[in-house]
């Protein structure tokens, strides 16, 4: 072996506790400069916000309840609307590098996991989404303590390891409903590995919260697949994903993810991986570890290709983070050296699939989320400004991200916020929007010009308001209507 450098020989002995430190110094010095853009985010921030007024149990919803519960806690805690879900969310994406790590190093080896470690922590995909109030990092921190406790019981062979292995992935369900995948994934792993004392406890345990989620839901819907049903209703009837399916959109569905995965690993990473796959495959047969770990990862994809053309899952970029943590530690094979032409090697690998995240702007895949409609946020000061105990904010859908962080950032209480989507219902005739346009009490509106909203507002015998203008900013506009007598 080569000798290595000292600032590389420094490196390595530090292993993932210097990692984290310069992940966390990295994402602290950018965590000023990110935005919420993600419309799904600020929903369980406000969901969040608003259980923590009176905290009780979810019954059922569309979402699993895990996320509002954490960030809920928070706002116990702190009541800071914008850096709490922040706060949580980044403490999270740097505490998943130590299970990653350790699982990465005991399953393959600790140079490879070094760098299997590196190109997590600066994935764009992983980085982006340590800055979003989303459930799915603290969802992966789970999936990635139960791989590493798995990894631990394979080699000790213990029952504890497989009964903390099912509490972090009925946690992890609570989280994501992928995980309820991994589970049966997982079980099947060591069930093809004959332990089955482990496999049955492995189980048991990760199932508790799906379990107690279907009879909830069954109790409550008369549906135990509620959750399911609704969101792809929702994905399909409201959002109309599935209008106009030509041979062309079922062709983006299809290599959708596996180009998402592209982006957010970069082809080195891909190249070495593919390779793997083959050799792998081969060995299957032998039954262990840490070969069967592919097979989470093939059938994981194969699934999200199916549920995306299916119209199923919608086409989002951070759907792949659960494809980075199954497929990076297999890169640790090929990097299996401290030498410096690795470690190099490793770095170009970086920094293109950084390069190539930015340059491929469609979708949100660049590592820092930053609003495209910048000039928005000069709104926000006069809402904060007109933010007064029981006055309502309406906004107009302006779009996915720039509505939902205006209502974010407006000042108003979350319950006193109504941002219009662009579902497939009539906006000014919704029970919602009436409810809050008719209100005896003061309300603020921020219209788009020639919206349908914007003709609701100025039809002022239809509404009975007397709107003044405050602001105008180049297709928005701000009205504000006083109480009615």
């Known amino acids: 072996m080569k000798k290595v450098s000292r600032p590389v020989d420094f490196f390595i002995r530090s292993d993932v506790f210097l990692m984290a430190a310069v992940l966390l110094l990295v994402r602290l010095i950018l965590l000023n400069w990110s935005d919420e853009t993600d419309a799904d985010g600020v929903s369980r921030v406000f969901t969040s916000w608003n259980w923590a007024k009176d905290p009780f149990w979810f019954k059922t919803s569309i979402w699993a309840p895990f996320h509002y519960y954490l960030i809920g806690t928070g706002f116990l805690i702190w009541k800071e609307l914008i850096l709490v879900p922040k706060i949580i969310h980044l403490a999270f994406s740097v505490l998943l590098l130590f299970p990653f790590y350790y699982f990465t190093r005991r399953e393959f080896s600790r140079p490879g996991a070094v760098f299997a470690t590196v190109l997590l922590a600066f994935s764009p995909l992983i980085l982006r989404l340590g800055f979003l109030s989303l459930a799915e990092i603290p969802a992966l921190f789970f999936v990635i303590l139960a791989m590493n406790l798995l990894s631990k019981a394979n ?6 390891w497989y009964l903390l292995a099912g509490v972090s992935m009925t946690v992890a369900a609570g989280f994501r409903y992928e995980s309820w995948l991994l589970i049966l994934l997982f079980s099947f792993m060591v069930f093809l590995r004959r332990r089955f004392s482990g496999g049955i406890l492995l189980l048991a345990t990760s199932l508790i919260f799906p379990v107690t989620w279907m009879i909830q839901s069954q109790l409550y ?258 009205f504000i209507a006083d109480g009615k007598d």
């Not at 080699?155 to 504890?160: A, D, G, P």
């Not at 569905?253 to 070495?272: D, E, H, K, N, T």
């Not at 000061?381 to 105990?389: I, V």
């Open 221 to 478: 819907t008369g549906d135990p697949l509620f959750s399911f049903h609704a969101n792809s209703d929702f994905i399909r009837n409201v959002l109309g994903i599935n209008a106009k399916v030509d041979f062309e959109a079922t062709l983006r569905r299809v290599w959708f993810f596996p180009f998402s995965f592209l982006i957010a690993v970069g082809p080195v990473v891909v190249w070495f991986i593919l390779k793997r796959l083959v050799t792998t495959i081969k060995n299957l047969r032998n039954l262990k570890f840490p070969d069967l770990w592919i097979i989470p990862l093939i059938i994981f994809l194969m699934v999200m290709i199916y549920n995306a053309v299916a119209g199923k899952l919608l086409l989002h970029h951070r759907f792949t983070a659960t494809l980075v943590v199954l497929a990076l530690p297999w890169i640790a094979l090929d990097f299996d050296s401290f030498e410096r032409k690795t470690f190099m090697k490793v770095l170009f690998s970086l920094g293109l699939t950084i390069l190539l995240s930015i340059v491929y702007t469609i979708g949100g895949t660049s590592p820092l989320p930053r609003l495209k409609n910048q000039p928005v946020k000069q709104l926000t000061p006069f809402l904060q400004e007109t933010a007064q105990k029981d006055s309502k904010l309406i906004i107009d859908f302006i779009g996915w991200e720039d509505t939902w962080y205006i209502g974010l950032h407006s000042g108003f209480d979350p319950e006193d916020i109504l941002m219009l989507g662009n579902e497939n219902e009539a906006t000014a005739s919704s029970a919602r929007f009436t409810e809050f346009a008719d209100c005896r009490c003061r309300r603020v509106f921020v219209v788009r010009d020639q919206s349908v909203m914007m003709s609701y507002i100025l039809d002022n015998q239809r509404n009975n308001i007397q709107p003044v203008e405050e602001f105008q900013s180049d297709h928005l506009r701000l």
């Open 155 to 160: 080699q000790t062979e213990k029952l504890h």
